[in-house]
């Protein structure tokens, strides 16, 4: 089992910046990709930003060059840091870690969601 805990998110005005945190623990020697989704109005959640454990990152197009992601492996923590915030990018933020089996499937565990605020 793996639980996480994010922090960091609130109201900022356009153009600011937050840095998002999301704490792993339980299994965490087990984590691969750590990283950020946000919830659609559809419910789906899609990609904002992963890293691997071995640092390898996929972004959103959308904010590869506004949001760095990071990731301490020694604590267990992934980083987003969202700069030159835009009021679209209001929206309630779900840390992701995945947990890899040395017999193969991999499951999938979530925060339970930061909200971010940008006002215009």
């Known amino acids: 089992q793996v639980q996480l805990v994010e922090s960091g998110g609130g109201l900022v005005q356009a153009g600011g910046s937050l840095n998002l945190s999301c704490a792993a623990s339980?299994?965490?020697?087990?984590?691969?990709?750590m990283g950020w989704y946000r919830q659609t109005p559809g419910n789906q959640r899609e990609l904002v930003a992963t890293?691997?454990?071995?640092?390898?990152?996929n972004y959103a197009d959308s904010v590869k060059s506004r949001f760095p992601i990071s990731r301490d492996n020694a604590k267990n923590t992934v980083f987003l840091q969202m700069n030159y915030l835009k009021p679209e990018a209001t929206d309630v933020y779900y840390c992701?870690?995945?947990?890899?089996?040395?017999?193969?499937?991999?499951?999938?565990?979530w925060g339970q969601g930061t909200q971010v605020t940008v006002s215009s």
């Open positions: 992701h870690a995945e947990l890899v089996t040395d017999w193969g499937p991999k499951y999938p565990y």
């Open positions: 339980g299994l965490t020697s087990k984590l691969n990709n």
């Open positions: 890293i691997s454990r071995g640092g390898s990152t």
